[in-house]
């Protein structure tokens, strides 16, 4: 069974999620009347700097409203990153991911082919679907599941996948219940993930956890990367790949 992640693995849309996280405290529907490479070019260049910065931290959606903090540009530790999400206000921060959260249904809805053309296929994934069509391929993703069913159609990959489970933050229990509903072992699955802390955590279970060396990632994650002996896989090394 092949489990993959889907922002940094199967796709890129550093530009899209820099657009939902900086508008996302705007009305959903002013933005609308705007093209979406406007809404783009309007962003300020220091906060695309510093979201840059943020989203190799980042595993989730809240995550990246660290990046609207002027004190993201000096983030150079995992330490450093949690400390200003730490002080965001719960209710401040569930605020933003709701607003982020309408902001990309809005453009969605109503700009679907400019908000689909900011997703881009990292090379080989497709073929790598693909290859494993039919064999209960999933995606475990902290994006919304209707955002991904919708990249997948507009890339004619929607037969390839059998599931996904969107908006998840606990990745290791999402594989777990998806061995078990196909009564296979953990052993049996082979996980794609490009941020440390979801491939190592999903490893303890016994699946055949790889980190991906093309998504987003820090030298501090590179270090734990070595310290737990975690494999990493390449890009080149997906036309071989089957699980």
Excluded at 21 to 26: I, K, M, P, R, V
Excluded at 53 to 82: C, G, H, K, P, W
Excluded at 113 to 136: C, F, I, K, N, S
Excluded at 148 to 168: F, K, N, P, R, S
């Amino acid at each position: 069974m092949l489990i993959l992640d889907f922002d940094g693995v199967i796709a890129d849309a550093l530009t899209e999620c820099a657009v939902v996280t900086y508008y996302a405290d705007h009305d959903p529907a002013a933005l609308a009347d705007k093209p979406i490479a406007e809404l783009a070019a309007a962003m300020p260049a220091a906060f695309v700097e510093r979201f840059r910065r943020v989203r190799t931290y980042a595993r989730l959606l809240d995550d990246f409203m660290v990046a609207r903090d002027n004190a993201a540009e000096s983030i150079r530790t995992v330490d450093d990153y949690e400390a200003i999400l730490d002080r965001i206000p719960p209710k401040r921060l569930s605020s933003l991911v709701r607003g982020a959260t309408a902001v990309r249904t809005t453009l969605r809805e109503q700009q679907r082919d400019e908000w689909l053309g900011m997703h881009t296929l990292y090379p080989g994934v497709a073929d790598l679907l693909r290859r494993h069509q039919g064999r209960g391929t999933s995606i475990v993703t902290a994006k919304d599941e209707a955002s991904v069913w919708d990249i997948l159609a507009h890339q004619q990959l929607e037969a390839t996948v059998t599931q996904v489970i969107g908006e998840c933050s606990d990745k290791r229990t999402a594989v777990q219940q998806l061995a078990e509903g196909d009564g296979l072992p953990a052993s049996a699955v082979t996980f794609i993930d490009d941020h440390i802390t979801n491939a190592l955590a999903v490893r303890d279970t016994g699946a055949n956890s790889l980190w991906a060396w093309w998504g987003y990632h820090t030298p501090d994650h590179i270090d734990r990367a070595i310290t737990r002996k975690q494999r990493r896989i390449y890009l080149p090394e997906l036309t071989q790949l089957t699980a």
